[in-house]
């Protein structure tokens, strides 16, 4: 079955950190990108950060640029995030994503992302 399966969300202070990881199982897609969104109460689904699969460029959104890192496993298709110097406003359900079809037009849009992970919980207490 194709699925993105997300881990390591969990509760942390303000200043920690965590790791998050994604795995696309079963994959069904030669070129594309995989990426982190998430979605705080009250407040729509906004882009984190995405990373091409097969040749690592790597974006950022303005929010967590120097505290976020993505890496990749493509032999695995596994991405991760590292996120440093957590701050509350960053808790939020986040959610992996993958696509064929995302450019560096269209990669900070949902819309451009077919596959979706159910979610996982990031908590920062102040």
């Known amino acids: 079955q194709v699925q993105l399966v997300e881990s390591g969300g969990g509760l942390v202070q303000a200043g920690g950190s965590l790791r998050l990881s994604c795995t696309l199982s079963?994959?069904?897609?030669?070129?594309?990108?995989m990426g982190w969104f998430r979605q705080a109460p009250g407040k729509e689904r906004g882009f984190v950060t995405t990373i091409s699969m097969s040749f690592g460029s790597a974006y950022y959104a303005d929010s967590v640029k120097g505290r976020f890192t993505i890496s990749r496993d493509s032999a695995k298709n596994t991405v991760y995030l590292h996120m440093n110097s957590l701050k509350p406003e960053d808790t939020a359900v986040y959610y992996c994503?993958?696509?064929?079809?995302?450019?560096?037009?269209?990669?900070?849009?949902?819309?451009?992302?077919?596959?979706w992970g159910k979610g996982t919980q990031v908590t920062v207490t102040s």
């Open positions: 079963r994959p069904t897609f030669s070129n594309y990108a």
């Open positions: 994503a993958a696509g064929d079809r995302v450019t560096p037009s269209t990669m900070n849009s949902s819309d451009e992302y077919d596959c």
